[in-house]
């Protein structure tokens, strides 16, 4: 099956909750509407036609002159040897997506991945903290307005480049 079928499959079932255009990559992206990402997932893993068994990535890019954060879900169906991006574009401001950990558990340290590095907030996951950043960090080291802080607890988080230039 290809792109265009998954895509129509998928606006057949949730109507304008997807986008109608389909971008064509060695991964093509179908854009979702925030509130429906899960809803689309599962319908995917879930129909014997398409069977995204896989969530193989799931990352985020900061695009804030445009005010938003991207979140991409990167599945693949190991049956039918096809594979897909999901697109969901969320305010920068406040980040919230549904969670996909109970559709794939491998979302629980995906979605917590994204938390800790761009702010995305998963709604209804189980343990969203930090994974990689202590606990106490401030703010979202991905971001693009992200400022690294002078120092950590009294430890200087400067350091001599390695490139000698």
């Known amino acids: 099956m290809d792109a265009a079928e998954i895509h129509r499959r998928l606006r057949d079932k949730l109507g304008n909750s997807v986008l109608p255009e389909i971008k064509e990559n060695e991964w093509p992206v179908i854009g979702v509407l925030p509130a429906a990402i899960a809803e689309s997932c599962r319908l995917l893993r879930d129909d014997p036609e398409t069977a995204f068994d896989c969530l193989s990535n799931l990352t985020a890019v900061d695009r804030k002159t445009d005010d938003l954060i991207d979140?991409?879900?990167?599945?693949?169906?190991?049956?039918?040897?096809h594979k897909v991006n999901l697109k969901v574009s969320c305010p920068r401001l406040d980040p919230a997506l549904p969670t996909v950990s109970t559709i794939w558990p491998i979302g629980d340290w995906l979605e917590r991945e994204a938390f800790d590095l761009m702010g995305v907030n998963f709604i209804g996951h189980g343990d969203l903290r930090r994974l990689l950043m202590p606990e106490d960090w401030v703010g979202h080291p991905l971001r693009k307005d992200f400022v690294e802080p002078e120092e950590y607890h009294g430890i200087s988080t400067r350091r001599e480049s390695l490139l000698k230039l």
């Open 71 to 81: 979140v991409y879900y990167h599945l693949y169906s190991y049956g039918h040897r």
